[in-house]
Structure formats: structure tokens, C-alpha cells
């Protein structure tokens, strides 16, 4: 079965940084778009970014030159980058697989952002 696992989220002042990781297990990774969306209570989730197979990716304007997805193969893992980070950018992140036309999520990581 498909399993996502967050990691890096925890609680950082406005302006300092945070790595998130999600490692899969379960598919090809190489062969699957990969992605971070977030939620905070009371709202849709919403994207955040979403990376594809060759590496080319699409961000929410709101974190466009903050945040940077990335991925490595070798490590079947995806990663969020997050600069410059705002306390609108509190919320659970969560990790998503695209395989075919299935997704599959993570449990999510809390992040917060103080001022």
C-alpha cells in the first residue's frame, strides 16, 4: 500500500525557515507527481505546490518566491522548502501522491508561524 510520512513542521518566528519532507513508500516514486497542500480549520485546503516527473512545478501565488518543492528519487522523497514564512502560513501540511488517477495523502505536519 501507498504510505506518506511528514516530517519538519513545528513552530518558527515570522521570517525563519522550515524544511517539510515527505518520504513514500508504496510506489514508483520517479514515475508520480508529488505535492504539498495545507488546511487550516474551517477552510478548504488548499495547494500549495505540486512538483511533476521532471521536476517542473506550480505554486499558490501567496508562497510563490518563498517556497520552494523539490524532489529526490534516490530518497523517494519530497520536500517543501519554506522562507520568509508568514503567520498566515500557520496550518497542517500534508503530503500528495499522484498515481494514475488515485491520490494518496500523508497524515500531515502542524506548522505555526509566530509574530
Not at 513542521?9 to 510506489?27: E, M, T
Not at 488548499?46 to 512538483?51: P, R, S
Not at 517556497?67 to 500534508?94: C, G, H, W
Amino acid at each position: 500500500q501507498v504510505q506518506l510520512v511528514e516530517s519538519g513542521g513545528g513552530l518558527v518566528q515570522a521570517g525563519g525557515s522550515l524544511r517539510l519532507s515527505c518520504a513514500a513508500s508504496g510506489i514508483i516514486f520517479s514515475r508520480n507527481a508529488m505535492g504539498w497542500y495545507r488546511q487550516v480549520p474551517g477552510k478548504q485546503r488548499e495547494l500549495v505546490a505540486i512538483i511533476g516527473t521532471d521536476g517542473s512545478a506550480i505554486y499558490q501565488d501567496s508562497v510563490k518566491g518563498r517556497f520552494t518543492i523539490s524532489r529526490d528519487n534516490a530518497k523517494n522523497t519530497v520536500y517543501l522548502q519554506m522562507n520568509s514564512l508568514k503567520p498566515e502560513d500557520t496550518a497542517v501540511y500534508s503530503c500528495l501522491a499522484r498515481k494514475g488517477g488515485d491520490d494518496y495523502w500523508g497524515q500531515g505536519t502542524q506548522v505555526t508561524v509566530s509574530s
